[in-house]
Each structure stands twice: as structure tokens, then as C-alpha cells.
């Protein structure tokens, strides 16, 4: 004999067995209700009911004796008999489709997806361009992408029904969550990134009320997880039609505040493809990286607001297109399309994911041959750059701007480093307004995110004259020390030839003292000023003394070559004021054995990186 007890207090809803009912284990005897909440008990054991000790209505204690239940007499007598319920449990059908509120679920998700939407992305496709979705699809690992903010729609109830905001407002315009970029290579934690994508197709990819709710949530998970984002920036500003929201202008929202305060606290990459203008743009000029397709048009403020502003009228085309924002430095990283544009940023995001354990090193044998032997002879440094870095790990930055020095991300032996480099091939590698605001953002960039950076020196120092000063070259240059005094990654020179007076100061953190290192290789010359200016200056008493001609010229070339041996590498060497004099197939040995020995401090303070 087995009593049947309560678990709980509670209330007696519905008997499912009456006296002579045979049950087996797990059929479902009674259902109780306590706090508004039923509870199913089943019984534990197979027997027969032999008695009820309450009625449906009444209340019990805990612990209460609810019925009682026999054995079962015999095999047989597992046979229904008179009143019986179940002898043996049923076996389970399967049920024709998903249960109701599962089903509503997968139908209301169906709309959000392109599917639903053949029109808008055939149109979108017609284009040349992709969905954002395609774009999440493309950027992240297969499946690991979890979509925050799914279901939302604008906040226009009072003026559209219900299913038009569902089929044609989905997502409120933008697609947002968490997924994996590059975890095959890194593994799963490592490449967590907040990725968000507004949808171009969706009221024309404005900010509506709810998108910049779904943008604050992702990135307060993204600061407070320190996760990377990734920003696919299309469509205009603030939407006017959002009527559920009391509000007037929406000055409010903390959206771009939100955005800028990941500034330096974590990678943020913004992507443009297409038309990105006023709100959408303000989004995109916070994130430390612009990569844009060369199709698109970025700007403050679209052909309504410019027309409206009384200073026009303009197609979308003729407001910041790539080739204007690439040349002034808007645009770090121009690309042909949205696929190439989805790789480059794979690409730019593993340099703040770890070392990679393979790599391979170009032949060193060619740096032997990168600098002239003819000291006045111009020369492409990326030649160096790219024979220094591990094969195809090279990613060079706003190539079209401040093109008086060089910017890229690479690695050594696995290692991410930044990597920079005078260029003599523009102005003679002389550093200008352009160059300097470059350099200094790039050394910030790698300092917020810990990267070492190596600087290669071939300069004659800062560019100088009456036109250079009218563009404020005295607080451009000096960025690179204010710069350069509060880094916290370590810092590597290596000067392939000039290394002249403060503007080889500057690429050298302040001074040739102040790297882990200071290198040369056996072309490098050195001196306050550029040698030439130097002999004229400092010998204008001599010169001058002897007719314009053949005299003058012999007196000026041996005071030159006197300046040209006291400046070489072996004799700074000899006065200690820089680290040694190497072969060029050596260099990449010293950068490796540094950046193994080298410390990243911890941050102190607050950081961000300036956007320009």
C-alpha cells in the first residue's frame, strides 16, 4: 500500500483518477494550485486507486495523505477494467507541428529576416549592395551570431498598425548583437565582438526610438565586457516620424555618448558603404577606423539638411564622396565593395586578438638593398616595411593622407605591432601638419590598445618655411611629443638613413634615448639640421670668402663630406647616442628579441584616442 502525499499547501483543482483507476509511474494523478500556479503530481509507482481523501476545491497542508494506492494484483490486472484510466501509458504521439506560442515566436521572427522582404532586397541588391544582415553573416563565424532587440519595430503605433510596423519596420532599422569574428583563429572568447548594422532599407537606415535603445544596450555590454565593436554605418540622422515617444528634438539620447566612451577602452571599427550622413556620420567619425567602399558618400549633413540650411541644393553623390574623404583623411582604409570591406575589417580586429603561433618571414637578404647607396636618391620605405613584417600580415592606414609618413598595422614572429616610417618619396620624408596629426593618432591608437610600435627614421626633420606656418605647423609637429611622453607600449627605432634634428626626434618617442632601442643601419646620417643647411650656415663666413664658382663649390663639397663622416651611424655609435649600428638582415632579429622582452604598462588614467 503507497499514500499519495501533498508536496505543498495548496488547493485541490482537478482529480485525473477516481477509486479502481490502475496507474502506472508517471501518470498524472491530480493537479494542485498554490499562488495562482498549478502544480501536476504523478504518481511514482504503478497500483490501483483505492480511495480519495479530498475533493476538488478543498485545501491542503503540506504533507497531507491525498489517495491511496494498491498493488497491482496481478499481471493481468494491469488491464483496463470499469473505470479505469490508463493501464500503460499511452505512447506519445507526435504532435503535428510546434505548440502555439512556439509557433507565433517562429512566424514573428520569419518577418525580421530578409526573407520576408524580397522587394527591398532586391532593390537593395540592384544597388550593388548588401543587407546588413548579409554583411553580419559574412563578418561573423557561422551560427555564433546572437541577435539582441530582434522583435523591435519604430515607435509609431499611434500612426501605422501593428503589422505594418512588423512587416516593414523590422528591427527598427537595425540589427544588432553579439558574435564571433575570427574564432577559428583565436577561439571563442577572444573574438567576441558587439557587432550593429543599420538597415538602409528600413526608413531609409534612420535613428528611430528604438534603435538607439537596442545601440545603448550593446554598448554597455561592450564596455562593461570590454568586447571590440563593429559598426556598419548607413542612412541618415535622427527620424522625425516616431510618434509613441513624448519628446520634441531628441537631444537627449546618450547613443553618441555611449559610442564616443569606447574611445580607447576597446576596439571600435566603423564600416560605410553606400550613403552615411548626419547622425549616422557622427556614429562612424568616433570609431578608431574607418574602412569605406569606394561607392560611398559620408557626410555631416545630407542633400535635405544642406538644402534646408539654405546652402543648396545637391545630389547625395556630391556630399563627401571616398575619393575627397580618403584624401583628407576622413577614410583610413579605402576598399572596392562590402565583401572586401567585411575581410579588411577580419583583418584589422586580430591585430587586438593575440599572437598567432604560424608565420612566416620574408627573406630578409632585400633589406640590403631597400636604401641607395647614392644618399641622395629617393626610395619607397614600404619596401622596408614590408620585408620587416611577417608575409601578408601588413595593413597600411590612411594612405592618401598626411602621406609624409607612412602608418600600418603588422606583426613580428606572430606578434601585432604598429608600425610607422618616414616617407622620402613626399617632400623629401620631412614631416608636415598632415603627417605629424597621422603619426601622433596612429601612437595613440597603439598605445590605448596596447600595441608595441616601431618607427622607421628617414627624415630631414620638420618641414619648415612661411607656407608651413600658416598651417599651424608648430602645434601639429609637437603632438608627436606630447604624444610620444604618456605611451605606455614599447617603442623601437630604426633610422635607415637620416635621422635630422627635432623632426627625427619626434619619430623617435622624443629622443634617440627614449625607445627600448635605438638602431641604424650602416646608410644611416645624423646631425642637428640637414647636413647641406648645416655647412652653409655654419661655414657662410668661409664660403663666402671665395668667388661663386668651382672654388666655392670644391671648399662647400669637403666641408659637406667632413659633416657626413662625423655624422654616420658607426660614429653616433662611438658616442653612445644611439644603440648600436646592424646589418639590415638583422633588424627584424632586434625587433623580435625586443618585443619578446619588451612590457605593455598597465593603462593609467582616462584614454581615448582623438578622432582626428
Not at 629622443?511 to 638602431?519: K, L
Request: hydrophobic share 45%.
Amino acid at each position: 500500500m503507497n499514500t499519495v502525499r501533498s508536496p505543498l499547501q495548496a488547493q485541490i483543482v482537478q482529480w485525473l483518477v477516481a477509486p479502481g483507476d490502475a496507474v502506472q509511474a508517471g501518470d498524472l494523478l491530480l493537479v494542485l494550485e498554490a499562488m495562482k500556479m498549478e502544480h501536476e503530481l504523478r504518481a511514482d509507482r504503478a497500483g490501483r486507486v483505492s480511495e480519495r481523501f479530498f475533493a476538488e476545491g478543498e485545501t491542503v497542508d503540506a504533507g497531507a495523505a491525498l489517495l491511496r494506492l494498491d498493488p497491482l494484483a496481478a499481471p493481468q490486472d494491469a488491464g483496463a477494467g470499469a473505470g479505469s484510466a490508463a493501464v500503460a501509458p499511452a505512447a506519445h504521439a507526435q504532435p503535428p507541428g510546434p505548440r502555439d506560442d512556439l509557433r507565433r515566436l517562429q512566424q514573428r521572427l520569419a518577418h525580421t529576416l530578409d526573407g520576408a522582404r524580397p522587394e527591398a532586397v532586391a532593390r537593395r541588391h540592384a544597388l550593388g549592395l548588401r543587407t546588413a544582415r548579409e554583411n553580419i553573416a559574412d563578418l561573423c563565424d557561422d551560427g555564433s551570431f546572437l541577435e539582441y532587440g530582434a522583435l523591435a519595430v519604430a515607435a509609431q503605433r499611434s500612426r501605422r498598425s501593428e503589422e505594418d510596423l512588423i512587416a516593414n519596420t523590422p528591427a527598427d532599422g537595425m540589427v544588432t548583437g553579439i558574435g564571433s569574428v575570427n574564432g577559428l583563429i583565436f577561439g571563442a572568447e577572444p573574438s567576441r565582438t558587439v557587432v550593429m548594422a543599420y538597415d538602409a532599407t528600413v526608413l531609409a537606415g534612420t535613428q528611430g526610438m528604438r534603435n538607439h535603445a537596442k545601440t545603448d544596450r550593446l554598448l554597455g555590454i561592450a564596455l562593461a565586457q570590454q568586447l571590440p565593436v563593429v559598426l556598419f554605418a548607413e542612412g541618415g540622422g535622427g527620424r522625425p516620424g516616431d510618434t509613441d515617444m513624448p519628446i520634441v528634438a531628441g537631444l537627449h539620447v546618450g547613443s553618441f555618448a555611449a559610442f564616443a566612451r569606447l574611445s580607447g577602452q576597446v576596439p571600435v571599427v566603423g564600416i560605410a558603404a553606400g550613403r552615411c550622413f548626419a547622425g549616422n556620420a557622427a556614429l562612424l567619425g568616433c570609431s578608431d577606423v574607418i574602412i569605406a567602399t569606394r561607392q560611398s558618400n559620408i557626410g555631416m549633413g545630407g542633400p535635405a539638411m544642406v538644402e534646408g540650411g539654405g546652402l543648396g541644393v545637391f545630389r547625395p553623390e556630391d556630399i563627401g564622396p571616398s575619393a575627397v574623404q580618403h584624401v583628407n583623411g576622413v577614410i583610413d582604409l579605402l576598399v572596392d565593395d562590402e565583401p572586401q570591406a567585411v575581410a579588411t575589417a577580419r583583418h584589422y580586429l586580430s591585430f587586438f586578438q593575440g599572437r598567432l603561433p604560424d608565420w612566416i618571414a620574408p627573406n630578409q637578404q632585400g633589406l640590403r638593398d631597400v636604401v641607395p647607396e647614392n644618399r641622395l636618391r629617393v626610395y619607397d620605405t614600404r619596401a622596408a616595411m614590408d620585408g620587416l613584417v611577417d608575409q601578408g600580415s601588413l595593413l597600411m592606414l590612411r594612405t592618401c593622407f598626411g602621406i609624409g609618413i607612412h602608418t600600418a598595422l603588422a606583426r613580428i614572429e606572430g606578434r601585432p605591432v604598429g608600425l610607422m616610417a618616414n616617407n622620402p618619396l613626399h617632400l623629401g620624408g620631412a614631416i608636415d601638419a598632415d603627417a605629424a596629426d597621422k603619426a601622433a593618432r596612429f601612437m595613440q591608437l597603439c598605445n590605448a590598445h596596447g600595441l608595441p610600435l616601431v618607427s622607421l627614421v628617414d627624415t630631414p626633420g620638420f618641414m619648415v618655411g612661411p607656407a608651413m606656418e600658416e598651417r599651424a605647423q608648430v602645434r601639429h609637429v609637437s603632438r608627436l611629443f606630447v604624444t610620444a611622453a604618456s605611451l605606455r607600449v614599447p617603442f623601437f627605432s630604426v633610422v635607415l638613413r637620416k635621422g635630422y634634428g627635432l623632426g627625427a626626434m619626434g619619430m623617435t618617442a622624443g629622443g634617440f634615448h627614449a625607445p627600448v632601442f635605438t638602431v641604424a643601419w650602416p646608410s644611416g646620417e645624423f646631425g642637428a639640421m640637414g647636413l647641406e643647411g648645416a655647412v652653409r650656415l655654419g661655414y657662410r663666413k668661409e664660403l663666402e670668402a671665395l668667388p661663386e664658382g668651382p672654388q666655392r663649390e670644391a671648399l662647400f663639397e669637403s666641408l659637406l663630406q667632413r659633416q657626413i663622416a662625423n655624422g654616420s651611424a658607426q660614429q653616433m655609435a662611438t658616442t653612445l647616442e644611439i644603440d648600436a649600428v646592424i646589418d639590415p638582415v638583422q633588424t627584424r632579429e632586434w625587433l623580435a628579441r625586443g618585443l619578446a622582452s619588451a612590457r605593455v604598462a598597465e593603462p593609467a588614467g582616462p584614454r581615448f584616442i582623438d578622432t582626428w
